[in-house]
């Protein structure tokens, strides 16, 4: 049966998605059985009471009750079953543990955004843990888009200006394909993304380091990146205009003047200690307002961020 169910719907990567299966299974099961029950039904009255001889007439049947009784009944409580089934399902499925990992998902043309708890985000990647609920949070930014996730037995519309939302639990290391389930344009084919679901190990290399793509950028590259999308930018300008903060224009190798009325040598330690303990020097003319990025960055982000304002000469 595994298997016919494996051809049937194709492989299953998530256990919270047994019952979908189970159902759709015991649907198709009672489908092919009355097809062929109704048919068999069907050809036996057709051959027993076919008519013998010319001018043969059909006796005057008004109703049965017995039987009449029967095939209301018996279909009755079968769509019934199949309906608190199908409800208890929806509701497993609507309503998420709550022990499990939350990850933001924008959908926009055309494109999949990932946003993770720790702040760190991806675009049509996504990084899941084997063997642990995971709940994504979903929003649109333009039209209607809609996550499917074939092998999750999973898919749910994502809408401009309303939160909705999916969970899972992935039981077998792989990636899996995403698809945009709802035609949102030219791009909407396009749209499509994969789920990484990760061992314990692969996982918590992807954590500490981030993914793939992020391993392989050059350190200036990441730096800038980070830049962009940590908050950096917001104080801290790159071409020597006063911000919240002192821009990072031309600072690398030379010395910083501390509130203390002590000279700081910008370089790689001086940089890391701004970063994790922005408190411990404060350059003059500037309040100390910055806030840690201690758990924030991965090392190998803030040796980018390094290499970027090493880079801004
Ligand atoms: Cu997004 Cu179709």
Not at 49 to 66: A, C, D, G, L, M
Not at 176 to 189: I, L, M, N, P, R
Not at 196 to 206: E, G, M, R
Request: glycine share 8%.
């Amino acid at each position: 049966m595994d298997a016919f169910r494996e051809w049937l719907l194709g492989f299953r990567g998530a256990s919270s998605a047994a019952d979908t299966d189970n159902l759709f299974m015991f649907i198709t099961l009672i489908t092919i059985f009355f097809f062929f029950f109704n048919g068999a039904l069907i050809f036996h009255a057709a051959r027993k009471w076919r008519r013998r001889k010319p001018n043969e007439v059909t006796p005057h049947i008004t109703h049965n009750t017995k039987m009449e009784l029967v095939w209301s009944v018996i279909p009755l409580i079968t769509v019934m079953g199949v309906f608190f089934w199908g409800f208890k399902g929806y509701i497993k499925t609507t309503v998420p543990p709550t022990d499990a990992l939350e990850i933001v998902v924008t959908g926009k043309k055309w494109v999949w955004a990932f946003e993770y708890p720790d702040g760190s985000r991806s675009l049509n990647t996504v990084h899941v843990p084997v063997n642990r609920p995971v709940r994504f949070v979903m929003q649109s930014e333009d039209v209607i888009h809609s996550f499917y996730v074939p092998a999750f037995r999973i898919k749910r519309d994502v809408l401009p200006g309303r939160y909705t939302e999916l969970w899972f639990t992935p039981d077998a290391a792989g990636v899996y394909q995403v698809f945009c389930a709802e035609y949102c344009g030219k791009g909407h084919s396009d749209m499509l993304a994969k789920v990484f679901v990760d061992t314990p190990d692969q996982y918590d290399l992807f954590l500490r380091e981030g993914d793939e793509e992020v391993r392989k950028m050059p350190l200036q590259e990441l730096g800038q990146l980070v830049y962009e999308n940590k908050g950096c930018a917001t104080c801290h300008s790159i071409d020597g205009t006063k911000g919240q903060g002192p821009s990072f224009k031309g600072i690398w190798g030379h010395p910083a003047k501390g509130s203390d009325g002590k000279d700081y040598m910008v370089d790689e330690n001086y940089i890391r200690q701004s970063v994790l303990t922005p408190q411990a020097v404060v350059v003059q003319g500037f309040e100390p307002i910055m806030p840690t990025f201690q758990g924030l960055l991965r090392e190998r982000e803030i040796l980018a961020v390094i290499e970027y304002i090493k880079s801004l000469k």
